[in-house]
């Protein structure tokens, strides 16, 4: 082979492989789409053409979910004031509590009067009888029923409002599961009222704003003297509350009754599936 053509194979293979090795421009990535749900809405046509254009949107729960974020964040020093079921009405709470925003014989669907007096209670209940619901309850300000069907916003401001619908005679607010703080210990709840005096305050109870000023010190949590007692809180006190599911509500004294008791409910399910399970000729799934 002649030297210049030596000289000039060598040259062509070292380019191949600097070209091999050079840096390329980064290949552009499309833009990802969002896949919408296709999970079928049962919410009637009338609830969604009542909604208003409101500027208040839920977070991206699933986002927050995937940043480390808790779905529900801690609402902080909240003036606390305690009530309870049968309770009459005064000059700081002007409506009794025979009955609530959701229940018009709630004394009735208890039991009897849940008197808030630490002598004639123990263990969390009344000392006469045994509730017939659970006696950790407590009240916010917002109802989303209206007179006919929900509240207009409540749709698009209630977190959990498509996965709880039942229909529009039924509230999704009642019975949800409230965490309640106070110094280092934590009361679960289940929401049972509205109130202290409002409501409709749902940029509060769903939203970033503070509660309004009231006649209880601008008090925005009512709470059950089952509560009051596992916390050790005075009449008027404040407490830090949030929302929680179900799932992340551990078992305690709020576990035990009530026929609105998601524990109740769930134990009573399981027991009525081992019976059935042991009548004769029941099929046993594995």
């Known amino acids: 082979m002649k030297p210049g053509t030596l000289t000039h194979t060598i040259a062509v293979a070292l380019s191949s492989i600097s070209a091999l090795f050079s840096p390329s421009a980064p290949a552009q990535t499309p833009p990802t789409k969002m896949k919408l749900s296709k999970k079928q809405n049962r919410l009637n046509d009338d609830l969604l053409l009542r909604v208003d254009p409101i500027s208040y949107t839920p977070s991206d729960v699933s986002?927050?979910?995937r940043q480390g974020e808790e779905r529900y964040p801690w609402k902080k020093e909240i003036v606390t004031t305690v009530f309870w079921i049968g309770e009459?009405?005064?000059?700081?709470?002007?409506?009794?509590n025979r009955a609530?925003?959701?229940d018009k014989t709630w004394s009735r669907s208890y039991g009897g009067y849940d008197d808030p007096k630490r002598s004639n209670r123990n263990n969390y209940i009344p000392a006469d009888f045994i509730p017939r619901q659970n006696p950790f309850y407590c009240a916010l300000p917002y109802n989303d029923k209206a007179k006919e069907g929900h509240r207009a916003e409540a749709p698009r401001v209630v977190p959990w409002f498509k996965e709880a619908y039942q229909g529009p005679g039924v509230s999704v607010c009642k019975g949800h599961w409230v965490a309640i703080r106070k110094g280092n210990r934590v009361v679960y709840a289940q929401w049972e009222?509205?109130?202290?005096?409002?409501?409709?305050?749902w940029q509060y109870v769903f939203g970033n704003e503070r509660p309004?000023?009231?006649?209880?010190h601008g008090a925005g949590l009512d709470v059950s003297p089952a509560v009051r007692d596992y916390?050790?809180?005075e009449d008027t006190d404040v407490?830090?509350?949030?929302f929680v599911d179900f799932d992340e509500v551990p078992h305690g004294p709020w576990a035990r009754y009530g026929d609105n008791n998601t524990f109740v409910i769930n134990e009573r399910?399981?027991?009525e599936q081992l019976a059935s399970a042991k009548k004769p000729g029941a099929t046993v799934l594995r």
């Open 63 to 65: 986002s927050n979910k």
């Open 88 to 96: 009459k009405p005064s000059a700081n709470n002007p409506v009794p």
């Open 100 to 102: 609530s925003s959701w």
């Open 193 to 201: 009222d509205a109130g202290p005096f409002r409501t409709d305050h």
């Open 212 to 216: 309004k000023p009231n006649l209880n």
């Open 231 to 233: 916390l050790g809180l």
């Open 239 to 242: 407490t830090d509350w949030k």
């Open 269 to 271: 399910k399981r027991e």
